[in-house]
């Protein structure tokens, strides 16, 4: 009896979940057979749990949450042989979903969903530009070290690097003053440039929406904005 009351609570308190959400995450790990899926947020520097799916020979999952505005949320998963990996991914109201491998979770995974998402993908392959110059930048340093011209070569290197960082920067800066109708800018501000000087943050803040300045990610912004000029 008190398993069967235990099992009708469960069900209960999914269903409930379900009733209450105004957000949906599905989708499918190919390959996997056992394993639990959690949906994540962060707050206060922690990752806190906010729906979850034990996995057991059906690789398809649905995760439920009730948003209070768009946000970044963390798809986990655990393997049960002490491996985990985590997908990030930008949630708004409706339905996102998420299909990955077993093998390669965290690099082949196709999120289909928000407008953020989609913005936030367009941002993502460009940075990936830079930081494949920047690992051609590694490899040219590697090979002149071998002739032994270490100076000069280190110099060369410091340079370039520099000169890439500035423009990477730049185009972060410039893509979040041009979608400030969105909440991929201020997130973009603070996660990828938050030590930029004050006066660039500053002036991605001002150019945010009304609505954006009081957002999640708005006032993080704010914060780390007030924090630099004290």
């Known amino acids: 009896m008190k398993k069967i009351l235990?099992?009708?609570?469960?069900?209960?308190?999914?269903?409930?979940?379900?009733?209450?959400?105004?957000?949906?995450?599905?989708?499918?790990?190919?390959?996997?057979?056992?394993?639990?899926?959690?949906?994540?947020r962060e707050q206060d520097s922690i990752y806190k749990v906010i729906d979850s799916l034990e996995i057991n020979g059906n690789s398809n999952f649905e995760l439920h949450y009730n948003l209070e505005e768009p946000e970044?949320?963390?798809?986990?998963?655990?393997?049960?042989?002490?491996?985990?990996?985590?997908?990030?991914?930008?949630a708004d109201n409706g339905i996102t979903e998420i299909n990955s491998t077993l093998k390669n979770f965290n690099f082949d995974a196709k999120i289909k969903g928000s407008k953020q998402q989609q913005l936030l993908d367009e941002y993502i392959v460009i940075m990936s530009k830079f930081n494949n110059q920047n690992l051609d930048l590694i490899k040219?340093?590697?090979?002149?070290?071998?002739?032994?011209?270490?100076?000069?070569?280190?110099?060369?290197?410091?340079?370039?690097?520099?000169?890439?960082?500035?423009r990477k920067y730049l185009y972060t800066i410039n893509f979040a003053i041009t979608h400030n109708t969105s909440e991929v800018?201020?997130?973009?501000?603070?996660?990828?440039?938050?030590?930029?000087?004050?006066?660039?943050l500053d002036t991605i803040y001002n150019s945010l929406e009304a609505?954006?300045?009081?957002?999640?990610?708005?006032k993080k912004l704010k914060a780390i904005i007030d924090s630099k000029k004290q």
């Open 211 to 218: 609505s954006l300045k009081t957002s999640l990610y708005g």
């Open 72 to 90: 970044v949320l963390f798809l986990r998963l655990n393997k049960n042989d002490n491996e985990e990996g985590i997908i990030t991914f930008f």
């Open 185 to 200: 800018a201020p997130y973009l501000a603070i996660t990828e440039i938050a030590d930029a000087n004050p006066k660039f």
């Open 6 to 40: 235990l099992a009708f609570s469960i069900l209960l308190i999914i269903s409930c979940t379900k009733e209450t959400s105004n957000f949906t995450l599905k989708g499918n790990i190919k390959g996997l057979k056992k394993g639990t899926v959690y949906l994540e």
């Open 140 to 166: 040219e340093s590697f090979e002149l070290n071998k002739e032994n011209d270490t100076t000069s070569t280190n110099l060369n290197y410091e340079e370039k690097y520099n000169s890439l960082l500035r």
